[in-house]
């Protein structure tokens, strides 16, 4: 496949690889996590004074009118970085929606501060018993005079605690697990009757757990029809998907470049361990996997945008499944390679170690999207 750039794509990676290499040295990224937001917020102006976190969105709306492609050259590279700022939750995941089943006014309201990085969302679909199944939602929406009452948890929520709005799904209708009844919600981070336990996650980025005590929302803070936001949730995901297996790939590259790296300059017996045939059959492997997995990523990019389609949901899930399995493998391969020091606190390696192992947790581990693989086939 002849998978070419135009000039403006090239343009783009340049912009955001330049800008994570100047402003996001390893030094500087464990300032960022010990700090009180978890992450940039300079860096994070930087994202939208270049324009860039107007890129996911449609040109109509302010935005830049970036493609699944334009989302993969970003994540790329912010995940080469290991960039702490939730862009794939906010500006891709929440924004999507928001653009998806948002009214006329929502988002002219909404979206112009969003696109400049003045706002920040966040996604709370998850809960402790759903497991990645978006229907597996308790958390409720009672019907009150002049809007509705959220009650019910929130799990993991990323960026969540930084957000300045939540989109927030709740059943309107029907029991635990119907396909129908579920509505999505923007909740107001300050909103009377929610609450937020924050804690940093394993590979770094803070999220939080959202308790939701009878939290009041108006008529307008409702996201399309009620009762039938299931099909939006599941092709936004598909979009965050595509854009999270690029992170992935940018953090893979990462790890081979500093496995290489070590191989050809920590020395035994005299000599670089880099010559021994053995490492480089498993320094081989390691980049036969990222061939495979930035191949797949690639397709996940270009379908990320098609109208839903089982097909599409086949490809989005094959490349999660491929590109989770590569993850882990060079994880696992890179820290073997290096000893001890892979490890360390102190290394970065240490770190892309855990984000390629916990990202395959995030939006459906490899087992979740294997089984939702094989019964699409079935359905084929």
């Known amino acids: 496949m002849d998978f070419q750039l135009t000039e403006e794509q090239q343009m783009l990676q340049d912009t955001v690889a330049r800008l994570v290499r100047d402003s996001y040295g390893f030094e500087q990224r464990e300032q960022f996590y010990r700090s009180e937001p978890g992450f940039s917020r300079e860096f994070w102006q930087q994202l939208g004074e270049l324009g860039l976190t107007g890129v996911p969105f449609a040109e109509a709306h302010g935005g830049f009118g970036g493609s699944g492609v334009d989302n993969l050259l970003i994540m790329t590279e912010l995940g080469r970085g290991l960039c702490l700022e939730p862009y794939l939750q906010s500006q891709i995941h929440a924004g999507g929606l928001l653009q998806q089943l948002g009214s006329v006014e929502q988002r002219e309201r909404l979206l112009p501060v969003l696109i400049s990085g003045e706002l920040q969302l966040a996604v709370a679909l998850e809960e402790p018993q ?78 939080c757990e959202l308790f939701l005590d009878r939290v009041p929302v108006g008529d307008g803070d409702l996201l399309g029809e009620p009762g039938q936001a ?14 999270q297996c690029a992170e992935v790939i940018g953090s893979m590259e990462e790890a081979c470049r500093l496995t290489l790296d070590y191989l050809k300059t920590r020395q035994q017996f005299g000599t670089p361990i880099g010559k021994f045939q053995a490492l480089q059959h ?94 699409l086939l079935k359905t084929a």
């Open 130 to 207: 759903s497991h990645y199944r978006l229907h597996d939602v308790q958390t409720r929406a009672v019907r009150v005079e002049g809007g509705w009452e959220l009650s019910g948890r929130k799990a993991v929520v990323i960026g969540g605690h930084s957000a300045g709005l939540l989109l927030v799904s709740a059943r309107t209708g029907g029991e635990a697990r119907d396909e129908q009844g579920i509505s999505l919600f923007l909740v107001d981070a300050r909103a009377s009757g929610l609450s937020r336990r924050v804690y940093p996650t394993i590979d770094g980025p803070k999220a």
């Open 230 to 243: 299931l099909a939006a949730l599941r092709y936004q995901q598909g979009r965050a998907i595509a854009a």
């Open 282 to 375: 498993r320094m081989v492997d390691m980049r036969t996997e990222l061939e495979l997995a930035t191949s797949m990523a690639i397709l996940a990019a270009c379908v990320a945008d098609e109208a839903d389609s089982e097909e599409r949901s086949r490809r989005l899930a094959a490349a999660k499944f491929i590109i989770v399995r590569a993850g882990r493998f060079i994880a696992e391969q890179a820290i073997q390679l290096h000893g001890g020091i892979g490890m360390t606190w102190e290394y970065s390696l240490a770190h892309h170690a855990k984000r390629l192992v916990m990202i395959g947790h995030q939006l459906g581990d490899d087992d979740h999207h294997l089984e939702a693989y094989a019964q």
